[in-house]
C-alpha cells in the first residue's frame, strides 16, 4: 500500500479545498509549536511545512527553548487560540521533560485541534461522531478505503494502545463495523493474537521488536506505523521482506503510514477552517 502515492490523491483535494475557502474569504493558517531543539522534532516541522506550501495552505512556527516555563507555552496557545487568522495549532511532541502533555494538549481549543488530541475531540471520536481525529489513525483509514481493503466483519489487531494512535485507531476501526483487539506490552501469546487479524496495525517503534512472517495470518492486510532506527537505518516493526510474501497488502517504511500522516494534518486543516466559519467540506 504506497502511502505517497494516497497521500498525492489527498494533497490534490486538499488544495482544491484551499481554493474554495478562500472563496469564502478564509485562507487557512496552521500555526506550529516546538519546544526545545530535538533534530527529529525539527524534520517533521519541515517536512509539515512544506507539504502546507505545496497545497496553499499557509503555516507559521513558533520555536521555545527547552527551558521555557509551561506557563510560557500556554500563553502562546492562548495567543494563538484568540487570533482568528490562525485556523490550526500543532504542538510538536513529544515536550521536553518537565512539561505536563496532557495540559498543553486540554489548552488548544478543540475547533484547532488539528492533531486531534483534546479530550473533547477524542471523546467525539469514542461516541462514534468523526471531526478533528488524529492524523495517523485517519491516514491508515485512508489507506485502507484508498486500496478497498475489507474493514466491516474483519478482525482488526492494533499492537499500541496510546492516545495518538492505538485508542482513535480502535475507535475508527469500530465505527466501521471491525471486531477490534487491542494489544500492547502486557499481552499474552501477542502472536496468537496477531495470527487471526485480517489486518493487523503495529505501532511499538522498538528495535528489539519485529512482526514475523509467522506471526501474520496469509492474505491479511499488515499497517506498519512503528519507526526505528536501527545501524543508522530507519526500519518499522514488521520484517517487510519476508512479511510481504504472506500478506495480501503491506505498507513499506518509510513511504507508508508517514505521507498518510502529513496528508491528514492538512486535511485536518481545512476541517478547522471550514468548521470556524460554518462550512462544509
Known sequence: MDGKLVAGAVKKQVAQQVLQ?????????????????????ASYLRTKHKATDEVGIRSETHHLPADAS?????ALLTQLNTNPKVNGILV????????????????IIPYKDVDGLHPINAGKLAAGYEELVP?????????????????????????????????????????????VTVCHSKTPN???????ADILISAVGKEIF????????????????????????????????????????????????????????????ILASSIQIGLKV
Open 21 to 41: 475557502l478562500e472563496k469564502h474569504g478564509t485562507k487557512p493558517l496552521l500555526a506550529t509549536v516546538q519546544v526545545g531543539d530535538d533534530p527529529a522534532s
Open 70 to 74: 509551561q506557563d510560557k507555552l500556554e
Open 92 to 107: 510538536q511532541l513529544p515536550l521536553p521533560p518537565g512539561f505536563n502533555e496532557e495540559k498543553v494538549i486540554e489548552r
Open 135 to 179: 492524523c495517523t489513525p485517519k491516514g491508515v483509514i485512508k489507506l485502507l478505503n484508498y486500496y478497498k481493503v475489507p474493514v466491516a466483519g474483519s478482525k482488526a489487531v492494533i499492537i499500541n494502545r496510546s492516545n495518538l494512535v492505538g485508542r482513535p485507531l480502535a475507535n475508527l476501526l469500530l465505527n466501521r463495523d471491525a471486531t
Open 190 to 196: 501477542l502472536s496468537g493474537m496477531t495470527r487471526t
Open 210 to 269: 519485529q512482526v514475523r512472517a509467522d506471526h501474520v495470518k496469509p492474505n491479511s492486510a499488515v499497517v506498519d506505523i512503528g519507526l526505528t532506527r536501527v545501524n543508522g537505518r530507519l526500519r518499522g516493526d514488521v520484517e517487510f521482506d519476508k512479511v510481504n510474501r504472506v500478506a495480501g497488502y503491506i505498507t513499506p517504511v518509510p513511504g507508508g503510514v508517514g505521507p498518510m500522516t502529513v496528508a491528514c494534518l492538512l486535511e485536518n486543516t
